[in-house]
């Protein structure tokens, strides 16, 4: 059975994680934004923040104004980690999708003050239950893990690391307990064929559970003896697939959380990666943060009750030729 929904304010665990937090202008085949807020640190904040106290660590420029930090805020968020950079830019990123969403180009990319960032963490973010390592450089996630005390670590990645510092993105998987990356960034880094052999090389390194995202066709989740998958959430409309994947990581790192203790075990991990799942849907509705900011949480309750449905069936032996 799943627990009760925390009250707000009545976080008891915590969630540390470290990444980008940008502005982003998006060009989907539903409209297109300027100028959003987003990072993979923000999304993940926004999804973690339903279950546990979040600390962001990252670093934004003097462009980045109360009305941002308030959306980081959402359900308690401490943001006082986040370093504000006199005189400096906060990340831009720009993107476009093509018709079926799944493709994605870069078309501008301004690291500003994130070309610099040198993450410091305060003793109430070390002290963390879960940290999450969103997509940075992989020198940096390893100092972030030399500077924390959590007990379960988990960690995103991307093609450009993978392409330009394999060696050091594999030293730092080898010390963490959880990979969470796209299926294709999965095969690439292990340069196997397919996403259970590429998983198991992964658990081979160190960790103990793989998860591989798989934009709308959901998430696939490998430990040492289980493999456990969800569809996405089928929506008629996707406005904004950016952030996705850390919304899902937000849900599913944030659920482990609640239950440190057993993150490993199956009836854990199922019902995480049902949360993650259910998150990453309503991120997906509507351009940047809006969505999940004003999310509810008895939203998120009835859509992973929606994701249970859908996805049961019964035991029914047939007879078959032989
Ligand atoms: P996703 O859609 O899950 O891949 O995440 C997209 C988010 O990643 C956007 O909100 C961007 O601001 C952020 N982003 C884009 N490029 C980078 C980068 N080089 N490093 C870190 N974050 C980035």
């Not at 500003?112 to 002290?127: G, I, M, Q, T, Y």
């Not at 993150?263 to 999940?292: C, H, K, Q």
């Amino acid at each position: 059975m799943l627990e009760a929904p925390l009250e707000s304010g009545a976080h008891s665990m915590s969630v540390t994680v470290v990444g980008s937090i940008a502005f982003d202008a998006v060009t989907t085949p539903l409209g297109e934004r300027e100028r959003m807020l987003g990072g993979a640190a923000t999304h993940f904040a926004l999804a973690a923040s339903f279950f546990d106290r979040v600390h962001l660590v990252g670093s934004v420029g003097d462009d980045f104004g109360e009305d941002s930090f308030a959306v980081l805020a959402t359900r308690g968020t401490d943001v006082s980690d986040i370093e504000r950079v006199a005189d400096g830019r906060t990340l831009f990123w720009a993107g476009r999708y093509g018709s079926d969403l799944n493709s994605r180009e870069t078309l501008d990319t301004k690291l500003n003050v994130f070309a610099d960032f040198e993450p410091k963490l305060s003793a109430a973010s070390r002290d963390c239950d879960v940290l999450f390592l969103a997509n940075i450089q992989p020198e940096l996630q390893h100092k972030v893990l030399d500077q924390c005390n959590s007990p379960f670590v988990a960690l995103d990645s991307m093609n450009l690391w993978i392409e330009n510092a394999r060696d050091a993105l594999v030293d730092v998987i080898r010390e963490v307990d959880c990979l969470i990356v796209n299926d294709a960034e999965l095969r690439q880094l292990t340069k196997r064929p397919n996403v259970v052999s590429a998983a198991r090389d992964v658990l081979d390194w160190g960790p103990s559970v793989v998860v591989a995202k798989q934009g709308e066709y959901g998430a696939a989740l490998v430990t040492a003896d289980s493999f456990f998958a969800l569809p996405a959430y089928p929506l008629e409309s996707v406005v904004d697939p950016t952030g996705a994947g850390d919304t899902f990581a937000g849900g599913f790192v944030g659920y482990l959380a609640r239950h440190v203790d057993r993150a490993t075990d199956e009836d854990v991990l199922r019902p995480a990666m049902a949360y993650g799942t259910a998150l990453a849907s309503f991120n997906v509705e509507e351009f940047g943060t809006d969505r999940v900011a004003r999310l509810a949480a008895a939203e998120v309750h009835h859509r992973v009750a929606e994701l249970r449905a859908m996805t049961h069936f019964e035991r029914a032996p047939v007879a078959l030729a032989r």
